[in-house]
């Protein structure tokens, strides 16, 4: 994938044909052969997603089983204390990388998502390893999620009537048709599901707000008791303050997976309506949305259950095992305040969070790996879309390793695919990494070549230094996330390393995947000076100006309904 040709002439600073102009009027034109994307009626994506859709998408993919079940070993290692802290410094993270990624998204929103950016303004081998591992990460959570699917129904249909089996195949069933109806329907579909989340969400904390001012069966004011007795800070591995440092950190690493999947808006650029306006919306609400459901559940999660509570303990245990509601936190608040109808409500809430985080796990892998053939680096064939833009190799690829689903049935291979699922949940990070890194270069070469903030339909508030403080944590999370693999237990002695490995092994097929892909292809990574930023730039214009033309000719249909949902509705849902 070398550069082909390069040659300076004069250029009208009208143009945008694909060429880069400096300042001085100046222009470096430049052909990448291998990164030439694919074009034609069969390798191209619909922009069916309007801007609810994504508004929805993006928070949808933030809200799931992570929330409901996850805080509660979170709540019991560090106490609320320490829940509540973490999960505000992580969302606050979680907040840098969707600017930055919303950033890039205004200026170009190509097809191929954030590794197109990757491999655009950074380096080719940066997209690369990106787009393989952020493709591996999930086709692996799809047949994870699609398992605890089939856990959850085991509620009402014990396993010893019906095999998991069952219920795993009529689920791949179902989403890969959902996924195969086009875009328009995967959006609407998605927009009602996480609607549905968002609801079952603001039910749980209004009801936790209820708890804790005494509004149960038990009418028990408990306010801020339990972070008096027994305390706002619990210790791990340690005693006094290098026990609650340990807890704290501990518990940043269980934020940080929690947060994972908000990303994912970023892989919808290519098939969304007016990606311009929609994406950046989208990310901007980001924030109050991680404030009001990530934030406010835990903090208020810490008044309603006490850290050392029994039936706590028991709920981390069953988490272990399934992702049914004797798993979540918050059905121990329920039945800590006497309340018995709501833990079966809560099941199916749970079942519905599974089932629309696996249909769009499927649609993220079939995207991801959509994007590498575009970008050539996967092969061509994985590009080929029908007449309504539906990737369909690309989807019934990715849905093929959703049959790793079944590997769960049995208890043997059961322990193999928990360790697959540990391994790739570092990918999760190293893709905020990716970002964060993809931005800075983004950032370096569009003031190298004097493009200013005001040309920029959105720029992130914090700007290159908030990428560059980002990307530092990032990286603190991911060299110390495993820290008490090298504490002492009963249990494995002075050294884990199953979870040294399943922790850290994603790091190194990272880097492998980079410089594997720089030793074969020997090409120099990208200067700010010749980044690629304009190639589609001047289509997207085109579709963008298209857009808000039928756009307003509709608006006086919306009236003044349309200017409430803005306003009042729209950051919510």
């Known amino acids: ?88 410094a992580v969302g606050f993270l979680v907040y840098l990388v969707m600017c930055a990624l919303g950033e890039m998204a205004a200026w170009l929103p190509l097809r191929s998502g954030f590794t197109g950016y990757a491999a655009r303004f950074c380096d080719p081998a940066l997209g ?27 509620y009402w249909v014990p396993r010893e009537k019906v095999n998991p089996g069952v219920f795993i195949m009529v ?42 001012l005494g509004g149960g069966p038990d009418h028990d004011r408990k306010g801020f008791r339990y972070w008096k007795d027994p305390g706002a800070f619990n210790e791990y591995i340690m005693t006094g303050p290098a026990g609650r440092f340990l807890a704290f950190w501990s518990v940043m690493t269980i934020a940080t997976f929690a947060y994972l999947g908000t990303e994912l808006v970023g892989v919808t650029v290519g098939e969304a309506q007016n990606p311009r306006k929609t994406i950046p919306r989208a990310i901007k609400l980001t924030f109050y949305r991680i404030v009001f459901f990530y ?32 798993a979540s936190p918050f059905v121990v608040a329920i039945e800590l305040a006497g309340i018995n109808a709501l833990p079966g409500i809560l099941n199916g809430c749970i079942l519905l969070f599974v089932f629309s985080a696996s249909n769009s796990d499927l649609y993220i892998a079939s995207r991801t790996i ?25 989807l019934l690829t990715s849905a093929l390793f959703a049959l790793l689903a079944f590997m769960n049935v049995s208890d043997d291979s059961k322990k193999v695919f928990g360790y697959f699922v540990n391994l790739v949940t570092i990918f999760g990070l190293l893709t905020w990494i990716s970002i964060l890194i993809s931005h800075i270069w983004f950032v370096r070469a569009r003031r190298a070549q004097g493009i200013t903030d005001d040309q920029l339909a ?28 090298f504490t002492y237990s009963p249990d494995y002695g002075r050294f884990d390393y199953k979870n040294f490995i399943t922790g850290y092994l994603g790091i190194p097929l990272y880097l492998m995947l980079i410089f594997g892909y720089k030793m074969w292809y020997r090409e120099p990574g990208i200067r700010p000076e010749t980044a690629d930023l304009f190639t589609g730039k001047q289509a997207i214009d085109d579709e963008e100006a298209e857009f808000l033309a039928n756009q307003a000719e509709k608006r006086a249909k919306t009236g003044r309904m349309g200017w409430f949902y803005r306003t009042f509705v729209s950051w919510l849902f």
Not at 189 to 209: D, M, N, P, R, Y
Not at 303 to 310: A, C, E
């Open 295 to 326: 934030i406010l559940s835990v903090f208020l999660l810490g008044m309603i259950v006490p850290y050392d509570s029994d039936r706590l303990v028991f709920a981390i245990k069953q988490s272990k095992q399934s992702n049914s509601a004797s």
């Open 458 to 485: 959105y720029t992130a508030p914090l700007g290159i230094n908030g990428s560059y403080g980002a990307l530092a944590f990032c990286i603190l999370i991911a060299l110390f996330k495993n820290f008490d693999a």
């Open 370 to 394: 959509y994007g590498l053939a575009c970008e050539r680096k996967a092969p061509r064939i994985l590009a080929w879309t029908d007449r309504r833009g539906v990737p369909v190799v690309a």
């Open 128 to 154: 690369f390893a990106l787009g393989w591992t952020y493709w591996f990460k999930y086709i692996i959570i799809t047949p994870n999620q699609l398992t605890a699917a089939a856990l959850v129904i085991q």
């Open 1 to 88: 994938m070398g550069i082909l040709s390069r040659s300076n002439k004069e250029h009208s600073p009208s143009s945008n044909d694909g060429s880069l102009e400096s300042q001085n009027g100046t222009k470096t034109e430049y052909t990448r052969q291998a990164e030439i994307p694919l074009e034609g009626d069969h390798h191209s994506l619909h922009r069916g997603l309007k801007a609810r859709h994504v508004s929805m998408i993006a928070i949808g993919g933030a809200l799931g089983t992570g929330l409901i079940i996850g805080t509660g070993s979170a709540l019991a290692r560090a106490g609320p204390a320490s829940v509540f802290l973490s999960y505000s």
């Open 171 to 212: 689920f791949l069933i179902v989403i890969v048709a959902f996924n195969y109806f086009g875009i328009r329907f995967f959006g609407e579909l998605e927009f009602w599901l996480s609607t549905a989340k968002v609801v079952v969400i603001c039910g749980v904390i209004i009801l936790s707000l209820v708890l804790a």
